[in-house]
């Protein structure tokens, strides 16, 4: 019954409107659209009555008042996934004889994400290269090319969205975009870096720094490159100034870093990294490294250190390690009962996600440097806390 009565007023202040426009043609109109009108719409899409939102469209003209209900309505179709309504919304909107310029452009501009999201990209990728070379510098060029740069990310061609990015960095300081910019040098980079092309991988990678100096992504596989020449001096240098911009992946850097390490000087140099760094920024990977030294030079200092770190930075990991030190002490009864809790431990360790979105709280055990469920770039993280690092 709800429903009905507030389609019936909905329909109703369409009509009204219509009339008085319709009516009162040379005089502009004084009012606003009701709120009720809105409100009414609401609740219809809540209701999720397409029906109804489909008598709601038919019942309002089109003129430059509805402009913008029109608008709306076509963005809620395809929000709700129905594009061809949305399409057909758009392109009468566009068939508008008396359109305004700048109304041609926000239409064409929701039109175009209408065939990105019936997956057309060919007609997408036209209409937006026809409004960006047409309408440059209007108050909307950073948008289109914003769109550009989603298609050419959708469809993986990364050096397009790299020439289109560079365009969009010119008129915006968005913090987003320059992510996101950064990390399509690193795709480049990472599909060069698999043909052993390291030079034009490494430049990828300095370039990633440059657009964005705080790219962690970029710095490690810089890393990456230098030790596939066999350049190790080099890479622990990068996977150093790495750990300084974002101490949260040490456990990402650390085996890349002893590997490294291991080749030019032995562990001599790693050892003294893993303690300084632990003094500043305590993390499970420094802690269980730096006790497995320990347990190959001095079993007894391994325990009380890993003992005193515990109690200074709690983890279900380190307590793992700590049982597992234990169990190579102990003998009888007592060991089987510590092995029993090692499995358990073990397993729930394994079970536990090791990354997870900042964004959006997506959670998995691969690093992925676009997060899979909200498409934003660098907000996947190692997890920290009890049950992380
Ligand atoms: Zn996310």
Known sequence: MGLFLVLFVALFVGWIMGRKNSTLKNKPP????????????NHLLNDQHSEAIDAFVDSLEVNSETFDIHLTLGNLFRKKGEIQKAINIHQSLLARPEISE???????MELASDFMSAGLLDRAGRLLLNMASTSRKTEFQSKILSLLVDLYEFEQSWDKAIQIGDELLRETTSKKEVKRQAHFHCEMAQNLQKDELWKPAYQHYKDALTVDPSCIRASIGA???????????DSIKELKHAA???????SVILPKLKESYQKVWGSGGYIKFLQEYNQKKPSTALIVALSQHYMETDPEYAEMFLVEQLRRHPTIKGFKELISLQLTDSQGYNQQHLAVLF???????QAKHKYQCRQCGFSGHQLHWQCPSCKNWGVVKPIHGLEGE
């Open 102 to 108: 700048r109304e041609m452009h926000m239409v064409q």
């Open 223 to 233: 890393a990456d490159v230098l030790s596939g020449q066999g350049r190790h001096r």
């Open 343 to 349: 499995e358990l431990i073990d397993q729930l360790t």
């Open 244 to 250: 300084e911009q974002d101490p949260e992946f040490i």
């Open 30 to 41: 004084k009012k606003s659209i009701p709120k009720d009108y809105f409100r009414g719409l």
